[in-house]
């Protein structure tokens, strides 16, 4: 349990919070792994085409202009679908971590096949970088028991799934791997994600709404000095009034010059290499 007078992490430069403004590059494999009948559904696929040709270039334009660097996110078959994409992403400066190869599910899933999923992912995305890959998501933060082991293995920092802490944590038994906590909260699925059929037939939130309830997370999570680690999806946050509501977020976010706004590598390499100014397990 967390003494919550006393913030665990001690963020470095006098910085009193941090902040990673990220983005899961799912594209068309949000709607595959969903149903694979959608492979032949060209209107359903536009919506997820629509975040590698419309929804990064927008990104990188606001993170551009906010010298702001991201981490992206990209399931293996988006990477081999939109190359000249993940190339941009990287030349523009952004790290890019892993999120399966088909945005698959991994509930019950044996070792040997995500390990397998995880070989594959990294295999693809090593052609496109330049550093090495040393983050991981799971599609819909959906880990395994073998999840940890394996990124361990398999040489990651850090991973970005579980929302028990809202500061980074070593995992305990696989204290090499920090953990990056999330939270549907601090995700443009729940507000913006929609689909004409279940599960994602639901109600679409203006952009002032979402501005409202992350802008008031992140003044709770600055006080407390914690990790404001915001997921977002080019095909949902890419759009022109969604992309206007994050760029006034990132404004107030950076008004004060107190928050470390940065990469998830970043703060998984300082959690790692500062243990005195971190927690060692959750
Ligand atoms: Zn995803």
């Not at 927008?58 to 990209?74: A, D, G, P, W, Y």
């Amino acid at each position: 349990m967390y003494d919550i007078k006393n913030p665990p992490v001690r963020w470095p430069k006098g910085y009193k919070s941090a902040a990673c403004f990220t983005f899961d590059l799912d594209a068309e494999t949000h709607w595959i792994s969903k149903d694979p009948t959608n492979i032949n559904r060209p209107g359903v696929l536009s919506m997820g085409t629509y975040g590698p040709k419309v929804g990064v270039p927008m990104i990188l334009n606001l993170l551009q202009r906010h010298k702001i660097k991201s981490t992206f996110f990209v399931p293996g078959w988006t990477a081999e679908q939109h190359p000249d994409v993940v190339r941009a992403i990287v030349q523009a400066g952004h790290e890019i971590a892993h999120h399966g190869y088909l945005h698959e599910s991994l509930e019950g899933m044996t070792r040997q096949k995500e390990e397998a999923i995880l070989c594959r992912g990294l295999d693809i995305l090593a052609k496109l970088t330049t550093s090495p890959i040393v983050g991981y998501r799971a599609p819909s933060w959906d880990l395994t028991p073998h999840t940890l082991a394996l990124l361990k293995k398999h040489k990651f920092i850090y991973a970005s799934n579980l929302m028990d802490s809202l500061w980074p944590y070593r995992h305990p038994g696989a204290s090499d791997v920090i953990e990056l906590p999330v939270q549907w909260l601090l995700d443009d699925g729940p507000f913006f994600a929609y689909g004409t059929r279940p599960p994602l037939y639901r109600q679409i939130y203006a952009p002032g709404t979402v501005y409202s309830a992350w802008k008031e997370e992140f003044v709770g999570m600055h006080e407390l000095g914690a990790l404001y680690n915001l997921t977002m999806h080019p095909q949902f946050t890419g759009r022109p009034s969604r992309i206007n509501m994050l760029d006034k977020l990132v404004r107030f976010i950076k008004k004060d010059g107190d928050v470390w706004i940065t990469t998830c590598r970043d703060i998984a390499e300082y959690v790692r290499e500062n243990p005195a100014a971190t927690p060692t397990t959750r």
